[in-house]
């Protein structure tokens, strides 16, 4: 491994650089509407690129394909190290933002969780609310789909790269014969969707700042919001809706958004079975937790209800994490349903969290052969999603991944309980941090942000970010002894 750590070291040097760059657009905004953060960016901006172009440039003679286990470290690396330079905007203008709140803060965003330990978010200069957005349009579709499409142009090859990073369990499938066309093709649809969603939300009366950070947000399934009271400071149901609409969009795969663009028809959607799943889940959730909680007297009229329930359902089962409502003050179900949702309803290859709906179907499906074989055990039943086979080890792959899932999120749980969170606190941070997902119950309720945890439970809660970011499996191989054995 030692003997490909060049090569790696080159393509991490120049993701460096490329981030330093993106931190250009924050620094014009602060610019041109004079906010007081500019000085936070030209620092940051020379420290990103000074430390990202000289390590570029020092390993150039290393350019070479990336193998396998060099994806997988090459992955680990970007997501650890690159919240380290997000961090410095906020750092240097909040001086008083510790550094483990900072990194929390930039792993959050670049992992599209959403969760903050920043109050006084009206107060905040425009730039920095962009700066914490921007990183979920960076984070959204995956820093490394990005660079995947202008490495060949510099010699280094991306495949590896792209499968280490692209969520799912079937990340083998190609849309396009080079894998930077594939990357150009997820980035073209990811900006068209932004950009549309952008001009919807200052066509319907944000300014174009707000429009701008909340767009990066939507898209992103990131969470992150330029004011305190999240997207209830609007109060607008066409807003509402738009952002709805958005989040469901960012919900689906993107390779079937592309395939539909290229193909100019809506038939990739009809074909998808995993959309179908994903639509009458999220959306049959609304509607119970609609007629729940105006059967419960929660709200005085049905249209109140909808409009409530159905807002957060989407979010939370997009993993958006944007709210109107504190719904840690529903009835105690209304909550666990929702983070319930946010484990496994969007899709593989979209922008959200969670385990994916495609593993929970393959698991469903699983579940109804194994109980089939039960009764008949000489049946022949393989397991289908819509009219695909799927191979018996993608099965036990989701099968490992299931019960790597459910030992994260116990061990990960009670490591905050043993630091002295409450449990139903613990349970739903660590659920919403590893399905990036943002609010939680309890302390870490909608209403309450992060800030309210320890060090140790701070770092906890970044570690889970970015396992569920990375898809566990992605992370923890790095982490075993064999992957550094030669």
Same mark, same amino acid.
């Given at each position: 491994? /030692?003997? !490909?750590?060049?090569?790696? @070291?080159? =393509? *991490?040097?120049? $993701?460096?650089?490329?981030?330093?760059?993106? %931190?250009? #657009?924050?620094?014009?905004?602060?610019?041109?509407?004079?906010?007081?953060?500019?000085?936070?960016?030209?620092?940051?901006?020379?420290?990103?690129?000074?430390?990202?172009?000289?390590?570029?440039?020092?390993?150039?003679?290393?350019?070479?394909?990336? /193998?396998? !286990?060099?994806?997988?470290? @090459?992955? =680990? *690396?970007?997501? $650890?190290?690159?919240?380290?330079?997000?961090? %410095?905007? #906020?750092?240097?203008?909040?001086?008083?933002?510790?550094?483990?709140?900072?990194?929390?803060?930039?792993?959050?965003?670049?992992?599209?969780?959403?969760?903050?330990?920043?109050?006084?978010?009206?107060?905040?200069?425009?730039?920095?609310?962009?700066? /914490?957005?921007?990183?979920?349009?960076l984070g959204g579709m995956g820093v490394? $789909?990005?660079?995947?499409?202008?490495?060949?142009?510099?010699?280094?090859?991306?495949?590896?790269?792209?499968?280490?990073?692209?969520?799912?369990?079937?990340?083998?499938?190609?849309?396009?014969?080079?894998?930077?066309?594939?990357?150009?093709?997820?980035?073209v649809v990811y900006g068209v969707l932004?950009?549309?969603?952008?001009?919807?939300?200052?066509?319907?009366?944000?300014?174009?700042?707000?429009?701008?950070?909340?767009?990066?947000?939507?898209?992103?399934?990131?969470?992150?919001?330029?004011?305190?009271?999240?997207?209830?400071?609007?109060?607008?149901?066409?807003?509402?809706?738009?952002?709805?609409?958005?989040?469901?969009?960012?919900?689906?795969?993107?390779?079937?958004?592309?395939?539909?663009?290229?193909?100019?028809?809506?038939?990739?959607?009809?074909?998808?079975?995993?959309?179908?799943?994903?639509?009458?889940?999220?959306?049959?959730s609304s509607l119970l937790l609609t007629?729940?909680?105006?059967?419960?007297?929660?709200?005085?009229?049905?249209?109140?209800?909808?409009?409530?329930?159905?807002?957060?359902?989407?979010?939370?089962?997009?993993?958006?994490?944007?709210?109107?409502?504190?719904?840690?003050?529903?009835?105690?179900?209304?909550?666990?349903?929702?983070?319930?949702?946010?484990?496994?309803?969007?899709?593989?290859?979209?922008?959200?969290?969670?385990?994916?709906?495609?593993?929970?179907?393959?698991?469903?499906?699983?579940?109804?052969?194994?109980?089939?074989?039960?009764?008949?055990?000489?049946?022949?039943?393989?397991?289908?999603?819509?009219?695909?086979?799927?191979?018996?080890?993608?099965?036990?792959?989701?099968?490992?991944?299931?019960?790597?899932?459910?030992?994260?999120?116990?061990?990960?749980?009670?490591?905050?309980?043993?630091?002295?969170?409450?449990?139903?606190?613990?349970?739903?941070?660590?659920?919403?941090?590893?399905?990036?997902?943002?609010?939680?119950?309890?302390?870490?309720?909608?209403?309450?942000?992060?800030?309210?945890?320890?060090?140790?439970?701070?770092?906890?809660?970044?570690?889970?970010?970015?396992?569920?970011?990375?898809?566990?499996?992605?992370?923890?191989?790095?982490?075993?002894?064999?992957?550094?054995?030669?």
């Amino acid at each position: 491994m /030692r003997r !490909r750590l060049p090569a790696i @070291l080159h =393509v *991490l040097g120049l $993701v460096i650089f490329v981030f330093g760059l993106s %931190m250009l #657009l924050p620094l014009a905004v602060s610019l041109s509407i004079g906010d007081a953060a500019q000085h936070a960016y030209d620092e940051a901006v020379l420290i990103t690129m000074g430390v990202g172009g000289p390590l570029w440039l020092a390993t150039r003679k290393n350019r070479e394909e990336l /193998r396998a !286990r060099d994806g997988f470290l @090459l992955v =680990v *690396l970007i997501w $650890v190290l690159l919240p380290l330079f997000a961090l %410095m905007p #906020l750092m240097l203008y909040l001086p008083a933002l510790s550094f483990t709140d900072a990194y929390f803060e930039a792993m959050s965003g670049l992992t599209t969780t959403g969760a903050t330990v920043l109050t006084g978010l009206d107060a905040l200069p425009p730039s920095i609310n962009l700066w /914490r957005t921007q990183l979920h349009l960076l984070g959204g579709m995956g820093v490394i $789909v990005l660079v995947v499409a202008i490495l060949p142009l510099l010699g280094v090859g991306g495949r590896q790269m792209f499968k280490a990073e692209t969520p799912g369990p079937m990340k083998d499938a190609k849309l396009t014969p080079r894998m930077r066309e594939t990357a150009r093709g997820l980035w073209v649809v990811y900006g068209v969707l932004t950009t549309a969603c952008f001009i919807t939300f200052w066509a319907l009366g944000m300014d174009w700042l707000d429009a701008l950070i909340h767009a990066f947000s939507v898209l992103g399934l990131g969470g992150f919001s330029s004011h305190d009271a999240s997207f209830a400071h609007f109060d607008s149901v066409a807003l509402e809706l738009a952002a709805m609409l958005f989040s469901l969009l960012a919900g689906m795969n993107f390779a079937t958004h592309f395939l539909a663009l290229r193909s100019r028809s809506l038939v990739p959607y009809r074909v998808d079975p995993e959309i179908r799943w994903f639509l009458a889940v999220v959306l049959s959730s609304s509607l119970l937790l609609t007629v729940y909680l105006w059967s419960r007297g929660i709200y005085p009229d049905f249209s109140s209800a909808l409009r409530h329930a159905s807002f957060n359902t989407i979010s939370m089962a997009t993993t958006l994490g944007l709210s109107t409502q504190d719904f840690a003050r529903w009835p105690p179900i209304a909550g666990l349903w929702l983070l319930f949702l946010c484990s496994f309803s969007t899709c593989a290859g979209s922008t959200g969290g969670g385990i994916k709906m495609m593993r929970a179907m393959i698991l469903y499906r699983q579940t109804q052969r194994e109980m089939v074989k039960l009764l008949h055990p000489t049946a022949e039943q393989p397991v289908r999603i819509g009219e695909t086979l799927v191979p018996n080890k993608v099965v036990f792959a989701v099968l490992v991944f299931g019960f790597m899932y459910m030992a994260s999120l116990t061990i990960l749980t009670l490591a905050l309980v043993a630091d002295g969170l409450d449990p139903l606190s613990a349970f739903s941070a660590v659920v919403a941090c590893i399905n990036n997902t943002g609010p939680g119950l309890g302390v870490v309720g909608p209403s309450s942000t992060y800030a309210v945890l320890t060090d140790t439970q701070t770092w906890i809660c970044s570690f889970a970010m970015l396992l569920g970011r990375l898809e566990l499996i992605t992370l923890l191989v790095v982490l075993t002894p064999g992957f550094w054995r030669k």
